[in-house]
């Protein structure tokens, strides 16, 4: 059974892949996948964005990822000095790097290389140091314990209040 290997924004973007994996022989299928309901009004006068789903063997998996490393390698070496990620700034690259899911796997190479050539550090490692982390909560400052305090006050005070209206009757 086939399952999803990867995405692309259209099939042009996917047909280098996928003519190297009609070269090799391997067996895969394409699907549209928009993911949208029939009627979203979030998109009103936008279309929904397709993707083209690249369906592969479980078991060629590991060989279509080879294959595509070595297309990868191979369109580096011929791309185009007017390559869009040619005008991302270095902070643009990092996030692109660290959120390399949502781009293609020839823009994560890319970006690699432009921010290695820049003098950044790319490992793994440097990278999950720079993976924003959840703030630690606020600390309670001490004018919102006075305020909690005079709530609590005021709250005793006009019970006592009410008491002593409902006593006096």
Do not use: K
């Amino acid at each position: 059974m086939l399952q999803p290997y990867c995405s692309y924004a259209s099939s042009a973007a996917a047909q280098p892949l996928l003519a190297v994996l009609d070269q090799h022989g391997i067996a895969y299928q394409t699907h549209i996948d928009s993911s949208q309901p029939g009627f979203d009004p979030t998109f009103a006068y936008n279309a929904p964005q397709a993707q083209l789903v690249l369906l592969v063997d479980p078991a060629d998996r590991a060989r279509v990822a080879r294959l595509e490393q070595e297309l990868n390698q191979a369109l580096l070496a011929q791309v185009s000095p007017d390559h869009y990620l040619f005008t991302f700034s270095p902070d643009e690259l990092l996030e692109l790097v660290l959120h390399a899911g949502e781009w293609t796997s020839f823009d994560v190479l890319l970006a690699h290389q432009l921010l290695q050539q820049q003098g950044y550090d790319t490992s793994p490692a440097a990278l999950s140091a720079r993976v924003p982390h959840s703030p630690p909560p606020p600390a309670r400052s001490h004018m919102q314990v006075w305020g909690v305090v005079g709530r609590i006050l005021v709250a005793l005070i006009g019970l006592a209040a009410l008491y002593r209206l409902l006593a006096g009757r």
